[in-house]
Structure formats: C-alpha cells, structure tokens
Nanobody, 118 residues
Framework: QVQVVESGGGLVQAGDSLILPCAASGRQFSNYDIQWYRQAPGMRRELVASFTSYGTTYVADSVKGRFTISRDNAKNTAYLQMNALKPEDTAVYYC????????????WGKGTQVTVSS
C-alpha cells in the first residue's frame, strides 16, 4: 500500500499562514489523485482541496481565495498552502490518495492538527 504522511500543523493565530506537506510513497506518484480533507470536533469530514493526476484542481468554497493546493511530483509531495487562517479552520487535516485509478481513495494519512486562535 501507498504510505501517506501529512505534517506542518500547529497552533497559530488568526491571519497567519501554514503550509501542509503530504508525502506519499511509490514510483508512480504522478499518477496519484491527491485530496485534502479536514474534520473538526463534532463535525463531518469535509473535502478541502484536490489535485488530480491529470492536473485538475479543486478548492472548497469555504476556503477559496485563502487555500491553494499544489504538487511536486519529483519530490512525491503535495502541499496545502493555507493563508489568512480563521478560527473556523481549526481541524485535523488529512491527506488521502487514489493510487490505483479506481476513483476511490485507497490510502490515508494519520492527520495533522491545525489550531487557529482568535
């Protein structure tokens, strides 16, 4: 299975920025579909952003204009750049991968905590 590791979380103040790397193993990283989710306490898991293997990106309306997804295939890493953070962005952020082309996510990271104080 593909191993997925997110990092970069922490405690920040409103208005600050963070970048979350997502490293995924494998020799065919360029073929992976990468997705970022987040889940706050008591809330359902929410799709935040995605970057398909063929170059299509998506950013949720709740973070549009503030968050950007990118990837560096040479480094087997995708990134979630988060700017102008708000307290409502506080959540555990998860990176997930579709590595086999089924259209379903097959590998998940353990998550990284982002906490934004007011």
């Amino acid at each position: 299975q593909v191993q997925v590791v997110e990092s970069g979380g922490g405690l920040v103040q409103a208005g600050d920025s963070l970048i979350l790397p997502c490293a995924a193993s494998g020799r065919q990283f360029s073929n992976y579909d990468i997705q970022w989710y987040r889940q706050a306490p008591g809330m359902r898991r929410e799709l935040v952003a995605s970057f398909t293997s063929y170059g299509t990106t998506y950013v949720a309306d709740s973070v549009k204009g503030r968050f950007t997804i990118s990837r560096d295939n040479a480094k087997n890493t995708a990134y979630l750049q988060m700017n102008a953070l708000k307290p409502e962005d506080t959540a555990v952020y998860y990176c997930a991968v579709d590595s086999d082309g089924t259209g379903s996510l097959d590998s998940w990271g353990k998550g990284t905590q982002v906490t934004v104080s007011s």
